[in-house]
């Protein structure tokens, strides 16, 4: 009888330790996950103060994942005109420094469809009214007009 009540006792003991062993062992591993970053650009080449920390605003407040790394061309944004957000590296063609200010103040509501009857761009450029500091905008608008090839010789910096 006491044989019999020990077997009782330890059968589903055994049963279920190996049951949870099994199942231990079946559990998939934590995968390992990689992430990598996309390209913040490169900071600018210049003794200008306003363009260093304009080049920083870009970054930090996070420009550079929409427009590009220095403002060479943006993420896909689909049913745009363009396909894509905007670059800005050439925003001193049609810009002049107070009115880029402007353009960053008021933002852009919305992007342009590529398709009149297509649906809506989803990605568009917010108001940064209150976002900005004066500092921050006018360093930005720096950043952005320092682009412009100086003495025609091609050099952007």
Not at 8 to 22: K, Q, S, Y
Not at 103 to 108: K, M
Request: glycine residues 12%; aromatic residues 8%.
């Amino acid at each position: 009888m006491q044989a019999l009540l020990v077997f009782l006792i330890l059968l589903p003991l055994l049963v279920f330790g190996g049951t949870f062993a099994w199942v231990a062992r079946s559990q998939p591993k934590e995968a390992e996950v990689k992430v990598e970053l996309p390209s913040l650009g490169t900071p600018p080449k210049t003794e200008d103060p306003r363009v260093k920390k304009g080049w920083e605003v870009f970054t930090v407040k996070g420009c550079v994942y929409c427009h590009g790394p220095n403002g060479e061309g943006g993420v896909d944004n689909n049913n745009a005109q363009g396909g894509k957000v905007p670059a800005l590296n050439k925003v001193y063609e049609g810009y002049s420094e107070e009115e880029l200010k402007e353009r960053i103040l008021q933002g852009v509501p919305e992007s342009g469809k590529a398709d009149l009857k297509g649906p809506v761009p989803p990605l568009y450029m917010p108001s940064w009214k209150g976002q900005l500091t004066d500092e921050e905008l006018e360093a930005v608008a720096a950043y952005l007009m320092s682009f412009k090839p100086a003495g025609g010789t091609g050099e952007e910096w």
